[in-house]
């Protein structure tokens, strides 16, 4: 068993610390503290300069998808708190194939191609730009 007595001294300010900062599960309990607060408005002024979103009418007969947030707290090496972090997630199981989407695309190479297609190039002696 591990006691506060036996830990070494720097470890101390951790245990307090994580003590006195806990993550919240909902916005709920994220809206009552100051630093959960200022964490959400960073977010979504994030969210917001990165075009992130674009705000359009919802089509009849269609759900809107629901989001929630996820909250961390973030420490330094040192154990001491570096932030209080939130990320406001979409909640994409909820949508249903050939409802809410059509298909899925990841535009991604295998390494594997690239060195064929290199290759190649090589081979034939032609420039790649």
Sequence with gaps: MVSYQNLPPNHHAMVVL???????????????????????EKEI???LQNDTWEVVALPLGKKPIGCKWVFKVKLKSDGSLERCKSRLV?????????????ETLSPVVKMATNRCIIALAASMKWDIY
């Design 18 to 40: 994580l003590d006195n900062i806990s993550e919240p599960t909902c916005y709920k309990e994220a809206a009552q503290k100051p630093e959960w607060v200022q964490a959400m």
């Design 90 to 102: 979409a909640k994409g199981f909820t949508q249903k194939y050939g409802i809410d989407y059509e």
């Design 45 to 47: 002024t994030a969210l």
